[in-house]
């Protein structure tokens, strides 16, 4: 899709999020995906990546818009089966998505996860913070999605009110022990460089030490699309402890 075409499909009018889906409404985890082996879904560990099936949000560059519905592609029980057999062999666990936390099994997964002797990742977009305060303590590193800025928020993902709970996700994890960093998948029709910066600068001054730029891509294993000038890349890692673009 080209970025004459993405900023062209931006709604008019943002829809209400969905409401939190309640834990018995289906019978097994939404399980979209496995990918067996990661080195970059959690920097410095290598991991196997669960891809749970379901989100709310529309984001107008989505890069795995298969799984924005709630379906099941794989059984939980084919996966511990995988992740037994690599034990010793991995380090971690990584739950992705789609939004991971859209699964109100998520606790039992990551915790037959842990049991198995893995180290456990999210990714998230931080759209569930209630949610997200109940596997925090479970957790040992997360990757928190910082879209845009708040104004920008619910022309990109389609949903109104939709930065208040990535700011309430964010506050969790700054009082919490467990490491992090904060993303942005960078469009730059979506998000100029201008506010890029000053995104950059929020969250530097809200206490956030690892930031990273994720170059929008058109398709899953495309080249990226672009990256932000070597002057705003050189102003964003002057600002975090550790930077960088992938």
């Given at each position: 899709m080209s970025a004459a075409s993405l900023s062209k499909s931006a709604p008019a009018?943002?829809?209400?999020?969905?409401?939190?889906?309640?834990?018995?409404?289906?019978?097994?985890?939404?399980?979209?995906?496995?990918?067996?082996?990661?080195?970059?879904?959690?920097?410095?560990?290598?991991?196997?990546?669960?891809?749970?099936?379901?989100?709310?949000?529309?984001?107008?560059?989505?890069?795995?818009?298969?799984?924005?519905?709630?379906?099941r592609g794989l059984d939980w029980s084919e996966v511990l089966d995988f992740l037994g057999r690599r034990r010793n062999l991995l380090d971690a666990v990584v739950f992705?998505?789609?939004?991971?936390?859209?699964?109100?099994?998520?606790?039992?997964?990551?915790?037959?996860?842990?049991?198995?002797?893995?180290?456990?990742?999210?990714?998230?977009?931080?759209?569930?913070?209630a949610r997200f305060a109940e596997v925090l303590p479970r957790l040992d590193w997360v990757g928190l999605d910082i879209k845009t800025t708040a104004p920008r928020y619910d022309a990109l993902t389609g949903r109104r009110g939709s930065a208040a709970p990535v700011d309430a996700c964010l506050d969790l994890l700054l009082r919490s022990h467990c490491a992090f960093e904060c993303r942005t998948t960078w469009h730059p029709d979506w998000l100029p460089e201008p506010q890029l910066l000053a995104l950059a600068q929020s969250l530097?001054?809200?206490?956030?030490?690892?930031?990273?730029?994720?170059?929008?891509?058109?398709?899953?294993?495309?080249?990226?699309?672009?990256?932000?000038?070597?002057?705003?890349?050189?102003?964003?890692?002057?600002?975090?402890?550790?930077?960088?673009c992938r």
């Open positions: 009018e943002p829809q209400p999020c969905p409401p939190q889906p309640a834990a018995g409404l289906q019978a097994l985890p939404a399980i979209g995906g496995l990918a067996p082996f990661s080195s970059v879904d959690w920097p410095g560990q290598l991991a196997a990546v669960v891809f749970i099936a379901g989100c709310p949000w529309r984001c107008h560059y989505c890069h795995n818009p298969h799984l924005q519905e709630r379906a992705s998505g789609g939004e991971p936390l859209s699964e109100p099994r998520l606790p039992q997964l990551i915790d037959a996860a842990r049991a198995l002797g893995f180290r456990i990742g999210l990714h998230t977009g931080g759209i569930y913070p530097c001054g809200r206490g956030v030490k690892h930031y990273a730029i994720q170059a929008y891509r058109s398709a899953p294993g495309t080249l990226a699309t672009a990256l932000p000038s070597e002057a705003t890349q050189r102003a964003l890692a002057a600002r975090f402890s550790s930077f960088s």
